[in-house]
């Protein structure tokens, strides 16, 4: 049976989108990904964006009916652009803030990126506002479902969360092929 709508991965950076990604595939969804941000230590198990993603802001819709049926990963910061006229089942990847914080400075440090000089908990009210916003937003789209999945939770268990997800797009997913892709090793940033 075709999907009539886009799945969606949203999430703050660094929440565990990236992972869901593969997950996901690992379990049979088709992607959307141009694999142009290769892996790299950050992420050594691929990015899997799609840069037109980044041009929602500026009204670019023309890929979104190739994503009908597909999964694409879009962040928070762009997921209100989204436009009213496309179904979405949205997976929205929660994880402590502290966390993301943590890994964010990770990140840019392994970039040769210097800190940004915001102090975490400055940092952590903006992202918690953020977050508000688009949660609030979310609830108001008579177009979008929308399942929260906690990634500390699913790196410890996986097997709870992802019987969600499966459930949540349609219960044709290998739950446990798709636990397998979760690597502890790469759970760094723990507070």
Do not use: C
């Amino acid at each position: 049976m075709a999907k009539e709508y886009v799945v969606v991965v949203s999430g703050l950076p660094r929440s565990g989108t990236s992972m869901m990604m593969k997950m996901l595939e690992a379990g049979g969804q088709d992607i959307l990904t141009d694999n142009l941000r290769e892996a790299d230590a950050n992420n050594p198990k691929g990015y899997y964006e799609f840069e037109r993603v980044k041009q929602l802001k500026d009204g670019d819709f023309t890929w979104l009916p190739d994503a009908i049926g597909k999964t694409v990963k879009i962040v928070t910061g762009l997921i209100t652009n989204l436009p009213a006229e496309y179904k979405y089942k949205v997976i929205f990847m929660q994880r402590e803030i502290k966390e993301v914080l943590s890994s964010q400075k990770k990140m840019l440090g392994r970039l040769g990126k210097g800190d940004d000089n915001i102090p975490d908990e400055k940092m952590a009210k903006i992202y918690q506002e953020h977050l508000k916003q688009v949660n609030a937003w979310l609830a108001k789209q008579p177009n979008m479902e929308v399942l929260y999945v906690n990634y500390n939770t699913m790196v410890v268990d996986p097997l709870d969360s992802l019987n969600k997800v499966n459930e949540f797009l349609g219960g044709d997913m290998d739950v446990q092929i798709m636990a397998g892709v979760v690597d502890k090793e790469l759970y760094r940033e723990r507070k």
